[in-house]
């Protein structure tokens, strides 16, 4: 019986081990992470503004950013690369390929009526590391007929997410938009914020997308943690330090308060990886200056967060309820991950060889997988 076990254990941790490395492999190249647009709407002398921030590669290349949350993982991905190595002139001359799509929808109704755009002005920068997504303003526009009163935003299909914010009314409407979904009608002369309950509402997908599909980096932290003992108490003890720590740099880093710079950031997150995989590999069981460290650790994974609400922004007046259910967004996430290890190894965690066997193992690939991102983030 105990061979059996072994041999079990040994090959659940060669799946794992293996999984976990092709995570790395495939998430590696993390430079082509996909993003949001983000549209600000404005009206301006009987014109309606469009203003688009906005990954035209992507889009020109056809890439279904509905279902890839890298570009890399695309069946079409050299089509973006060799689109991405393009001047900024280059693709910005192309732009206007995706209105004659994107009118035929239509993107843009105006009192039920649907209505052309035309495009401005396209700002491609030249000045952004090829290795990285470019994000491009594009500037469209469409006149507003007589009596206009309600407009419509329609996101095309495999377009990926559309935040929408409305601009220069009062109580403006802000919403969030997947690939395929409409806007409501929204009273071109403002009052259609959400309400508190619906703005925390729609900000819990939010924050659980962050994790689950898009933290690679949270999820293997929070998995450091979870490979570190087979009991609950240390868990909950180190799951309860990371979200009190990260709850208020997220407050703080969305207030604009704390401003630290991504490049600084993203390296150390990697490194609080390494740190919690190492430890696993040579203690069995939580020492007292853990939770501290974890703490710590939080405040610097609460301070990518608030950078993924900065490029999403907060509306106006709703910052509370906004902040909030990202956050029980985020926690929702972290929760689901420990749930999954626990389904998948929760069965051998009480057997005297699961830490040689699989909590070892599995520790030594999460802190191969943070060194190479502190190295590519740092250096490369």
């Not at 014109?47 to 921030?53: I, N, P, T, V």
């Not at 909030?324 to 985020?330: K, R």
Request: net charge negative.
């Amino acid at each position: 019986m105990r061979a059996t076990f072994l041999l079990v254990s040994s090959k659940l941790a060669q799946l794992l081990v293996l999984s976990m490395a092709l995570v790395w492999v495939t998430t590696s190249l993390r430079a082509h992470e996909v993003q949001p647009t983000i549209a600000d709407m404005s009206v301006s002398k009987n014109q309606l503004l469009l203003e688009l921030r906005v990954n035209l590669e992507a889009l020109l290349a056809g890439i279904d950013l509905d279902e890839v949350e890298d570009t890399d993982n695309a069946e079409n991905a050299g089509d973006y690369d060799d689109l991405r190595s393009l001047p900024g002139d280059r693709i910005a001359d192309r732009a206007p390929e995706l209105l004659a799509t994107w009118n035929a929808l239509p993107v843009l109704s105006i009192n039920g009526a649907p209505v052309a755009l035309s495009s401005v002005e396209v700002l491609v920068p030249d000045d952004v590391d090829p290795e990285l997504p470019r994000a491009s303003t594009w500037r469209l526009e469409a006149g507003l007929p007589d009596r206009a009163a309600q407009v419509q935003v329609s996101w095309p299909d495999g377009a990926g997410a559309l935040v929408l914010r409305q601009q220069g009314v009062e109580d403006p409407y802000t919403g969030y938009l997947a690939g395929g979904e409409a806007s409501p009608e929204i009273e071109i002369s403002g009052g259609d914020a959400q309400s508190g309950l619906q703005t925390f509402a729609s900000y819990i997908p939010v924050g659980f997308d962050h994790i689950l599909p898009k933290g690679l980096d949270h999820i293997l932290f929070v998995l450091g943690l979870f490979f570190l003992s087979t009991h609950l108490r240390p868990l909950v003890w180190q799951v309860s330090a990371f979200t009190l720590a990260h709850t208020v740099t997220l407050a703080l880093g969305a207030m604009g308060w704390v401003n630290v710079p991504g490049a600084i950031v993203e390296p150390l997150i990697a490194a609080s990886i390494v740190y919690v995989a190492v430890e696993n590999i040579f203690h069995s069981g939580l020492n007292r200056w853990r939770p501290l460290v974890i703490f710590g650790f939080g405040l610097l994974h609460g301070l990518g967060f608030a950078s993924v609400l900065g490029d999403f922004g907060l509306p106006a007046g709703q910052f509370v309820p906004a902040l909030i259910g990202f956050n029980i967004g985020v926690e929702l996430g972290q929760l689901t991950v420990i749930a999954i290890a626990f389904v998948l190894v929760g069965w051998a965690m009480k057997r005297d060889w699961y830490r040689r066997a699989i909590a070892v193992p599995a520790s030594c690939v999460i802190a191969a997988v943070g060194a190479y991102w502190f190295i590519e983030r740092v250096f490369l």
